[in-house]
Each structure stands twice: as structure tokens, then as C-alpha cells.
């Protein structure tokens, strides 16, 4: 049984420039959620997909966009990236009526410089 | 919205003793749930424990127990037998709104062999 996958496992990228980070959640989950995490510092929610819409959204910038897919991946985007913007991304996995049991993926650093 | 709050940045312990890791939340809500989460530095976040609110027994896994302190909103974690591979970030979370994580900054804990 298939965990929480992520991809890229790093990726750099330029000032300005737009990313698309991958998340697969574990098998026969249908809730993703996406947290960024700075360095030294605890994750941050971003925002949860389930049925293909965003459910919940947490204090990012429109920059920051999703997207769930019928097989329940997601994708995050992100859109002019700024310095600030360089973090872990971490991807979570739940089933929509257990949202009390998530399961993290290993997650995507990312480095804009 | 809640807030999640750890004092200690960092804890040492002797192998094969104890350790308690601190934490305290607020929140409004009357029901949810709060937990710990382990990162290594292969920066995948594991479940250690998870404690539901309405349930005033404390919740034990194998040598983590924790003491959840309903009143005064304290959520505490207990590691019996340390081991090296304990070593690692732990992070305290609440549950909100039912979907959305709420992340302490962490406590590195460091076991001493």
C-alpha cells in the first residue's frame, strides 16, 4: 500500500519564475491538504482539496493555487516567486469523514534564489 | 483561531531515560483533537500520538504517553526508554475547523548516547 507520495523531491528555481509541485495521496484517501514549512519553523497551512475543490484556505497569497484531479492527486502552484516563497512543501492525505488521521508525504524543498 | 504554543526549542535526554516535551494550545472550539508529530531529518512527518478532546484518558503509544490538561489547555509529551532514533523535531498540533493542522514551532530533541 502506496503512502503519500511527492514530486520533485528538490527543485531551485528564479525569482519571478512559476513552479508545480506533484502530491499523490495514499491509497483511498480522497482529502489533500498542502502546508509550507520555512526552515526552523512548523508547517503552515495552505489550503485542502476534496472533490476536486478547495475546500479550506489558509493566509496565502492568490500566487498560491491548486488543483485536484479526478483520481484525487493534486497539484500546487505557484506563481512569481519571491525569495520568502523558499520552503519545504509538505502534502497530507486524509479520507474526508477521518480528517483526524493525516498522512504526510516526505515533501518538496524548493530554493528560489 | 487557534494557536499552538511550544516553550522548549530544544531538549536533551540520556539514552534510556526519560523526557517530557511541552505544549499549549487555545482554542474555541468545544471538540477536537490534538497530536504529536515526529520529523526526522528524512523531514517526513510521522504520527507519534494523537489525543481526542472528549476523551479524558490519556492516550499511550507503546513508550509515548502524553497529559492532556483539558483546563488548562496543555498537551504534553512523554518519551519513556529513549532511543537514538527518537532523536529528531517533534511538533505539536491541533486539529481546526475539522480539516486544518495548527503546527507549534517544534522542539529538537537530541538523545545522548
Known amino acids: 500500500d502506496a503512502g503519500v507520495t511527492q514530486s520533485p523531491t528538490h527543485l531551485i528555481k528564479t525569482r519571478g519564475q512559476q513552479v508545480t509541485l506533484r502530491c499523490s495521496p495514499k491509497?483511498?484517501?480522497?482529502?489533500v491538504s498542502w502546508y509550507q514549512q520555512a526552515l526552523g519553523q512548523g508547517p503552515q497551512f495552505i489550503f485542502q482539496?476534496?472533490?476536486?475543490?478547495?475546500?479550506q484556505r489558509g493566509n496565502f497569497p492568490d500566487r498560491f493555487s491548486g488543483h485536484q484531479f479526478p483520481n484525487y492527486s493534486s497539484e500546487l502552484n505557484v506563481n512569481a516567486l519571491l525569495l520568502g516563497d523558499s520552503a519545504l512543501y509538505l502534502c497530507?492525505?486524509?479520507?474526508?469523514?477521518?480528517?483526524?488521521?493525516?498522512?504526510f508525504g516526505p515533501g518538496t524543498r524548493l530554493t528560489v534564489t | 483561531a487557534q494557536t499552538v504554543t511550544q516553550s522548549q526549542p530544544e531538549m536533551s535526554v540520556q539514552e534510556a531515560e526519560t523526557v517530557t516535551l511541552s505544549c499549549t494550545y487555545d482554542?474555541?472550539?468545544?471538540?477536537?483533537?490534538l497530536f504529536w508529530y515526529k520529523q526526522p531529518p528524512s523531514r517526513q512527518m510521522i504520527l507519534v500520538i494523537r489525543?481526542?478532546?472528549?476523551?479524558?484518558q490519556n492516550a499511550t503509544e507503546n513508550r509515548f504517553s502524553v497529559n492532556f490538561q483539558k483546563a488548562a489547555k496543555s498537551f504534553s509529551l512523554k518519551i519513556s526508554d529513549s532511543q537514538l532514533g527518537d532523536a529528531a523535531m517533534y511538533f505539536c498540533?491541533?486539529?481546526?475547523?475539522?480539516?486544518?493542522?495548527?503546527f507549534g514551532a517544534g522542539t529538537i530533541l537530541r538523545v545522548k548516547s
Open positions: 497530507a492525505s486524509s479520507l474526508g469523514d477521518s480528517p483526524y488521521e493525516q498522512y
Open positions: 491509497s483511498g484517501h480522497d482529502t
Open positions: 482539496y476534496y472533490e476536486e475543490e478547495e475546500r
Open positions: 482554542t474555541s472550539e468545544s471538540d477536537y483533537y
Open positions: 489525543q481526542e478532546a472528549y476523551k479524558q
Open positions: 498540533a491541533c486539529l481546526e475547523n475539522g480539516n486544518k493542522l495548527v
